[in-house]
């Protein structure tokens, strides 16, 4: 049984464990995966079909943004509770759970068809959101508790290459479907997908450490959440590492609110089908670039560094679609296609490597708290970037093109930042 210690995890290890050889030996985080893959197939068609609801209902790059960042505010308010739970309670019944409940929830957009209507579906979108604000720390959280140390990149390299593969798939699929079924059957689908998932999950023993007891949730929860905060504050080689993805974030969350606002430029009669290309795009490279970090990364020493540049390239990479042609000839797509899957193959690499020493630094007993705290610094970033990007857009401040180099220039600063500021320190320490 894979040990749930960190002091196990932090440790450099000679040889990782192979693809093929953790699926076939670890079934516990096989049934882990699968779920996985069903339920992000179902979330990634859910996603491309509200953007396409809210843009045909109101025609607002503001009312976009406004799912954008429904996505990711309430995520970031609910995160720290969540992560208090997951370390609080059985991470299992958490995401069995929380399946259960998203595939309720989702049926509800099959209610929404007219202007008016869209608070509903941010509503909605906030419950959706608040539940999966717990599934995804307890299955990061669980992850160290089914994996040895051989393993654990590997699963996380093989988790995000699912995540994107799903989002490439379930992007360009959900896009196809929403043209040719109608975006009520993708609403129909997700909720499925869920169910699916669960079955999977209830399936998989997860060990862990836990401190239940007798102490009322909320006050408990309050408690560990501060609890959790001063162990970031007292153990700067933890609370370093998860500021990496929020600082992605700054510029990253508006250019990906804008990758949709992309797609519906370059293919106004088909937006459906335009989105969900350029989110394929983004997809593959999210799936690419973790394999390739993996492959040529190997000392670990060199990560804190291999993370700001990689935030400084995916910055570059957008600068480089706002310099490119837009038009709807295939060529002009698929070079899009091409920098958006390098400016995203970084982002992958970024999250996977900055997850990888978050599960390694952090004892099992905080680890939950420690990936909630990243979650809502990552969601809270993200929409503050988004509402950022969509008020200059709605008000005509910033034409599309220009945001887009506008925000992958304040991204190359921010890498430009990690690497000057948090390098130098993560080396002393070494």
């Given at each position: ?43 990634w ?37 969540a ?115 669960a ?69 106004p ?7 969900g290309v ?93 990936f909630?705290?990243?979650w809502?610094?990552v ?10 990007a ?24 921010c890498?430009?930042?990690?690497i ?7 080396r002393?320490?070494?």
């Amino acid at each position: 049984m894979p040990s749930s210690s960190a002091g196990r995890h932090d440790t450099a290890v000679s040889e990782r464990a192979g693809y093929l050889e953790l699926m076939r030996a670890n079934v516990n985080f096989r049934r882990l995966w699968a779920g996985s893959v069903v339920s992000l197939l179902g979330d990634w068609f859910n996603t491309i079909a509200l953007y396409v609801l809210v843009v045909e209902l109101t025609g607002s790059p503001l009312a976009l943004g406004g799912v954008f960042i429904t996505k990711m505010l309430p995520w970031a308010l609910v995160s720290p509770l969540a992560g208090a739970l997951t370390d609080r309670y059985s991470r299992r019944r958490l995401m069995i759970g929380a399946d259960l409940v998203r595939a309720v929830v989702v049926l509800g957009f099959l209610l929404i068809d007219t202007a008016a209507e869209v608070p509903a579906l941010y509503a909605l979108v906030a419950a959706q959101v608040v539940v999966s604000a717990v599934f995804q720390p307890a299955k990061s959280a669980a992850l160290p508790n089914i994996t040895t140390p051989r393993e654990l990149l590997t699963a996380n390299a093989l988790l995000s290459a699912t995540w994107s593969t799903m989002l490439a798939v379930g992007a360009a699929l959900g896009g196809l479907a929403a043209e040719a079924l109608g975006l009520e059957a993708v609403f129909l689908i997700d909720s499925a997908t869920y169910l699916v998932s669960a079955v999977f999950i209830w399936g998989t023993v997860i060990p862990q450490e836990t401190e239940a007891g007798d102490e009322p949730l909320l006050r408990a929860a309050g408690r560990e959440i501060a609890e959790g905060w001063r162990h970031l504050r007292a153990r700067p080689r933890i609370g370093r590492i998860a500021l990496a993805k929020a600082t992605w974030a700054v510029g990253g969350g508006g250019l990906v609110y804008m990758v949709a606002l992309l797609g519906d430029a370059v293919a106004p009669q088909a937006m459906a089908a335009g989105v969900g290309v350029l989110f394929m795009a983004r997809g593959i490279g999210t799936g690419v670039g973790p394999v390739v970090a993996r492959a040529f990364f190997t000392k670990e020493e060199r990560w804190p560094a291999v993370l700001g540049g990689c935030i400084a390239f995916c910055g570059a990479g957008y600068v480089a679609v706002s310099l490119a042609p837009w038009l709807s000839a295939a060529a002009s797509i698929a070079l899009l296609c091409v920098l958006i899957l390098a400016a995203h193959a970084a982002s992958g690499a970024n999250w996977v490597l900055a997850t990888v020493m978050l599960q390694k630094r952090t004892e099992d007993r905080f680890r939950g708290r420690v990936f909630g705290t990243e979650w809502m610094l990552v969601m809270a970033t993200e929409a503050a970037s988004i509402l950022l990007a969509s008020l200059l857009l709605e008000q005509g401040v910033l034409e599309l093109r220009a945001a887009l180099r506008v925000f992958g220039v304040l991204q190359i600063a921010c890498g430009a930042l990690w690497i000057g500021l948090v390098v130098p320190r993560e080396r002393a320490e070494a």
